[in-house]
């Protein structure tokens, strides 16, 4: 079964780091792009970046570039989303899909929550 | 680029057809027939519907259905169910990708 499964929810403070991660299975991990997905609470969905795990080439949205970072370790089939410091206004739902074609993302990861409070 | 746009909300009776647009620019929409949608119901991860304008993944019902004129994109979903009751996103590919803000569709 083609699947995405992402790591556990986060409670994390403002200014903490944090990395999730998004493991691929039953297909060929390095032959698609991976992207993230944020979906803040009651809101719509955002696209952040993505990122070939074949040669880690990678792109962001403007709207995250230099906010978070995206990277992939295809030796165990996974790719991640962090950040080096969170804030208040990070608190979503974030989510792993594949792309299976330009705009089309067909496999879609479980979702991982992230909150931040103090 | 700026978010495509879509209706807030769209309502249908169970069997009747509704359509969800997406108004984007000539140079997204209007540019490629790269539009795909996608349907989430609360609280469960999206699921694509329609990509590359009107091609279906395999599993997703005939009733479902994507057009293109100009810079508009739309979804028609036919027959109505009370199980098509989600949120509904397009989303382009012109370089980078970008998506609607969401449609609510209720099934009265």
Redesign the interface.
């Known amino acids: 079964e083609v699947q995405l499964v992402q790591s556990g929810a986060e409670v994390k403070k403002p200014g903490e780091s944090l990395k999730i991660s998004c493991k691929g299975s039953g297909y060929s991990f390095t032959s698609y792009w991976i992207g993230w997905v944020r979906q803040m609470p009651g809101k719509g969905l955002e696209w952040m970046g993505i990122i070939y795990p074949g040669d880690s080439d990678t792109r962001y949205s403007p709207s995250f570039q230099g906010q978070v970072t995206i990277s992939a370790d295809k030796s165990i089939s996974t790719a991640y989303l962090q950040w080096s410091s969170l804030k208040a206004s990070d608190t979503a739902m974030y989510y792993c899909a594949r792309r299976e074609a330009p705009g089309a993302f067909d496999i879609w990861g479980q979702g991982t929550m992230v909150t931040v409070s103090s | 680029?700026s978010?495509l746009t879509q209706p807030a909300s769209v309502s249908g009776s169970p069997g009747q057809s509704i359509t969800i647009s997406c108004t984007g620019t000539s140079s997204d929409v209007g540019s490629?027939n790269?539009?795909?949608w996608?349907q989430?119901h609360p609280g469960k991860?999206?699921?694509?519907m329609i990509?590359?304008g009107s091609k279906r993944?395999s599993g997703v019902s005939n009733r479902f259905s994507g057009s293109k004129s100009g810079n508009t994109a739309s979804l028609t979903i036919s027959g109505l169910q009370a199980e098509d009751e989600a949120?509904y996103?397009c989303?382009?590919?012109a370089g980078?990708?970008?998506?609607?803000?969401?449609t609510k569709l209720t099934v009265l």
């Open positions: 680029q978010a490629y790269l539009v795909s996608y989430q991860a999206p699921k694509l990509y590359e993944p949120d996103y989303c382009s590919y980078s990708v970008v998506f609607g803000g969401g």
